[in-house]
């Protein structure tokens, strides 16, 4: 860990060829990293349609670790848009205002920590998964940030696990938002139907059950062993 003086505004992630760099952008906007989808590095197979995009919010106080986690979801297939911060104040504030699709968050950090920046995310928004990007990190302290809702963890002296476990998270979290849908769906048939409104209660019910067959289609591919 370094001992540089906090920054007022958050990093942001650039593309350099052949390697990812952080760099003190001119504005507090994030900028968007844009790869085509290619054979993932780690299984040798397409990670994900192209297309897919996801926005990273990285904690991170070397800009070494956070160029390296953006490397390898890039080699993996997936197009980012990835803000980092070293600070407290600057993940609260673009925990609210990026609004990440997932988090990766160093353990420890000059005034921070991992453990911290989990109860604050789990206080804002506990839906959002929260992945320990750690160097040091023993057995008893990864069981219980997983109970304290933690999503996974990985060792950063073993990162090439680091963008399964991001696509797995990711296609959770989307799986779980398809079945929130399904139950909005659910309590408006239910409310037509109740209504006398027969017909659409009838449509609402036929989207539910193609939504339906789509989640367990899913659901089932991602169970079966690749």
Do not use: C
Not at 189 to 200: D, E
Request: charged letters at 25%; a negative charge.
């Amino acid at each position: 860990m370094n001992s540089e003086p906090q920054r007022d505004q958050p990093e942001t992630a650039l593309l350099d060829t052949p390697l990812l760099e952080v760099a003190q952008p001119e504005t507090a906007q994030p900028e968007t990293i844009t790869v085509p989808a290619q054979a993932n590095a780690v299984t040798g197979a397409q990670a994900d349609p192209p297309g897919r995009h996801a926005r990273i919010l990285i904690l991170e106080d070397e800009a070494w670790d956070a160029a390296l986690a953006q490397r390898l979801l890039v080699g993996a297939g997936l197009e980012l848009t990835a803000v980092v911060v070293d600070t407290k104040a600057l993940f609260i504030e673009q925990l609210a205002a990026f609004q990440p699709e997932v988090i990766l968050s160093d353990y420890h950090l000059p005034g921070f920590s991992g453990r911290e920046a989990l109860k604050i995310a789990q206080e804002m928004n506990p839906d959002i998964p929260f992945i320990i990007w750690s160097g040091v990190l023993g057995d008893e302290a990864a069981v219980e940030l997983i109970k304290q809702g933690a999503t996974d963890y990985v060792l950063k002296d073993r990162p090439a696990r680091l963008p399964t476990v991001i696509l797995r998270a990711l296609a959770e979290s989307e799986r779980r938002a398809r079945l929130a849908q399904l139950e909005d769906q659910l309590m408006q048939a239910q409310r037509l139907a109740s209504l006398g409104q027969l017909a659409a209660a009838e449509e609402a019910m036929t989207h539910v059950r193609r939504l339906l067959s789509t989640a367990r289609g899913e659901a089932t591919a991602a169970e079966s062993p690749s």
